[in-house]
């Protein structure tokens, strides 16, 4: 496929009559962004600067955004089935080398399991706002409870539940901050009202049907990076601490003043913290340091301060409101 900056979107019939809406943009390394539930691509628009050194690659996934299911198909049938979506996509898109996977929320489930089903396909892995952890059965029913409300009532009712949650507290001051919280509220809002109930109903099945991917983890053999709001009530800053001392290759950053959107909330800060990952792991690898380096495995950093003090703290998981879901 011939890529135009011109025209950066296309679309991607898979096998099963699925069609796919991706964005590319820049030239460089491939960097694959998957986006969160019930939202879309266009939610990585702050990470449009990262295609001055990368190629970014920006699909709705099935059912999402300008993306659709074939015909009989209400939505996304699984989390694997995601999995194999992106690794259709890059043989579609002539994806020659291994690429860097970010995924936010659902996108990181995502991500996971692209990394166990297609290996070779992966070269790096940024996770970011997620998990590795299964539903509980608690959270799974609270999925199946706003399903049968969305089928009845509409997106509203998604977006009443999520939003509150998916951003940080609206701070006091300064005024400039307030605005952007507003901006990330209204941005929000319009994916998910854009958002097919017959998508939504059948992502949040196959999000409480997802497995627990812990120790599914412990084989992946890439460098990762972990990011996190330190404020993210979904999934806080101590699910992905334990990730972090699950795989083998991986440094932790937590986001100050940032919810459960980070690349959303504090895109300066996150893709700063994707550029350093990145350029870290090229080094290493002209270098052939191999994946012992320290800068490929670390404690939890807080981002965004002056030289990144490493600092270990304590961060209690106040646990996900199930009702509400996750993205």
């Known amino acids: 496929m011939t890529f135009s900056a011109d025209h950066p979107l296309h ?63 209400p939505g996304p049938a699984s989390i694997e089935q995601l999995a194999d979506d992106a690794a259709a996509l890059l043989d579609v898109l002539g994806v020659q080398e291994p690429v860097t996977v970010c995924g936010l929320s659902m996108g990181g489930y995502v991500a996971q399991h692209l990394a166990v089903r297609h290996p ?22 609270g999925r199946g409870e706003l399903a049968a409300k969305v089928g009845r009532l509409g997106q509203e009712v998604v977006a009443r539940a999520m939003i509150p949650n ?25 994916m998910i009202h854009a958002c097919p109930v ?31 709001g330190a404020l993210d009530t979904i999934t806080p800053p101590a699910c992905l601490e334990r990730a972090a001392g699950i795989f083998p ?38 270098a052939a340091g191999g994946l012992e380096d320290d800068h490929l495995a670390g404690g939890p950093v807080v981002a965004g301060q002056p030289g990144h003090p490493a600092g270990r703290a304590d961060h209690s998981d106040p646990g996900a409101n199930p009702a509400a879901g996750d993205c």
């Open 11 to 73: 679309t991607v019939l898979l096998p099963d009559g699925a069609r796919l809406a991706v964005e590319i943009h820049g030239a460089g390394p491939p960097l694959l962004l998957l986006h969160g539930f019930p939202l879309d691509r266009s939610m990585w628009v702050g990470q449009l600067p990262l295609a001055r050194s990368y190629q970014l690659i920006l699909p709705d996934q099935r059912g999402f955004g300008a993306s659709s299911c074939p015909a009989g198909s």
């Open 120 to 141: 070779r396909l992966v070269g790096s892995l940024i996770l970011v706002d997620t998990k590795l952890e299964a539903d509980t059965p608690e959270a799974r029913a």
């Open 249 to 286: 290759h991986a440094h932790l950053r937590i986001v100050p003043g940032c919810g459960h959107m980070t690349p959303l909330e504090a895109p300066e800060i996150f893709n700063a913290e994707v550029e350093d990952f990145l350029r870290g792991v090229a080094a290493d690898r002209a």
């Open 166 to 190: 998916l951003l940080a507290a609206a701070p006091a001051e300064p005024a400039l901050q307030a605005q952007h919280r507003t901006a990330c509220v209204q941005e929000l809002s319009r």
């Open 198 to 228: 017959a998508t939504i109903t059948a992502a949040l099945a196959a999000l409480g049907a997802r497995p627990d991917m812990s120790q599914a983890m412990r084989g992946v053999a890439c460098p990762v990076l972990l990011v996190v």
